[in-house]
């Protein structure tokens, strides 16, 4: 019943850049009683509403889950609500504090935890609580008779297709922007993934369609998604780097670039990256796959430029593992962005497996062969490099 929303380019609250678009998946169950699983952001209302209504009467739905409270899966269920007023809406524990916090609205609520269930009639919706999948709100909801799950934003993908099942798309855009959406949004909770799926194959549940709220659905073999997670989970990363740098006056990117001979030296692949040009999250991806971040930046106001620092965030709040890191960077006078590179890796909890370079206004030739030695170690350490 959902929305597909091809022109958004930045979604949540810090921007997540969605080249490919996205959806927004609601679906219907009607039985006996009638279920509404999701809803969509509250822009698209009118559209999930018209999309019921050529299926069935949306006064008539009993139910509605809210298997999640931010606004792109909740948003519309003030319109929803304000047509079926005597519908229940299903909520996880966490959820039945979350969702009436949005919205401050006296509907009638149920709360379930994992293994409840609720008859609709020849078919039964079974429950499972996810926390930390990306909310500590967030829910799994399983159809019986059907075999389908509906995991809210596990499995999903911001991806925008004119077909709504996995086979019929692009499969190298459709992993590209589901281990993008992974690398951004569930790194973080890798242990309470592989957790969760482990609970769930425990459960003995023939699955033969896995329907996220986002993106495309999975119905041609759909545990590979749920593989694919298990294996993003471990963060056993590609023996590759990756090197990210801004510069005011191109002094930083020549040395970005004899690290990268460094690297190649040794037989490394890597790739360079201008930050004042390249996408932070699709960088954030290339991390994510890789051993080996290498960051650089020039001093700036005896910091770092602007926008290296979202980088060194999003390292330190991504809690990325098996990774090794160096720092490098040139300066005028004072010189301290190389520094609040180490000390931010420090708090990220990847160690630097290198000397960091400084390099005084324009690097000179023993600045830049330190440089090239820096990628060579980088290298060297990389490959022998072994998950923990």
Request: some cysteine; overall charge negative.
């Amino acid at each position: 019943m959902g929305v597909v929303d091809w022109g958004v380019r930045h979604f949540h609250g810090f921007g997540l850049s969605t080249h490919r678009g996205t959806t927004y998946n609601a679906y219907l169950i009607v039985d006996e009683q009638t279920a509404l699983v999701d809803t969509v952001g509250s822009p698209f209302s009118e559209e999930l509403v018209e999309n019921i209504r050529a299926v069935t009467d949306p006064t008539q739905i009993d139910y509605v889950i809210a298997n999640h409270a931010e606004p792109d899966h909740s948003g519309a269920l003030p319109a929803i609500l304000q047509l079926c007023p005597q519908a229940t809406v299903v909520v996880s524990k966490q959820g039945a504090k979350s969702i009436p916090g949005h919205y401050h609205q006296p509907w009638k609520w149920q709360t379930v935890g994992t293994g409840d269930k609720i008859r609709l009639g020849r078919r039964e919706l079974m429950f499972v609580e996810a926390p930390m999948l990306h909310w500590p709100d967030s829910m799994f909801t399983y159809l019986t008779e059907d075999h389908i799950l509906m995991p809210n934003d596990a499995f999903g993908q911001h991806y925008a297709t004119a077909f709504r099942f996995n086979d019929q798309v692009n499969q190298e855009e459709l992993y590209e922007e589901a281990l993008k959406y992974y690398a951004n949004i569930l790194t973080p909770y890798s242990e309470q993934v592989i957790k969760k799926i482990d609970e769930i194959l425990k459960l003995n549940l023939p699955v033969a369609m896995i329907a996220p709220s986002h993106g495309v659905i999975w119905r041609e073999n759909p545990l590979q998604i749920v593989q694919k997670y298990r294996t993003w989970a471990l963060q056993e990363p590609l023996p590759r780097a990756v090197i990210l740098y801004d510069t005011m006056w191109q002094a930083t990117r020549k040395m970005a670039q004899a690290i990268g001979a460094g690297l190649a030296a040794e037989g490394v692949e890597h790739k360079i990256f201008d930050m004042a040009q390249a996408d932070r999250n699709d960088v954030i991806a290339e991390i994510f796959q890789s051993g080996a971040v290498i960051i650089g930046s020039s001093t700036l106001n005896n910091g770092l430029l602007p926008t290296i620092t979202p980088i060194l965030e999003d390292c330190r709040g991504l809690r990325f593992k098996n990774k090794i890191g160096a720092a490098f960077g040139s300066y005028g006078w004072s010189g301290e962005a190389v520094a609040h590179i180490e000390g931010y890796f420090q708090q990220a909890g990847i160690p630097l497996a290198a000397e960091s370079v400084r390099a005084k206004w324009q690097p000179d030739s023993p600045d830049l062969e330190r440089c090239r030695t820096l990628g060579q170690k980088m290298g060297q350490a990389l490959q022998q490099q072994k998950p923990k």
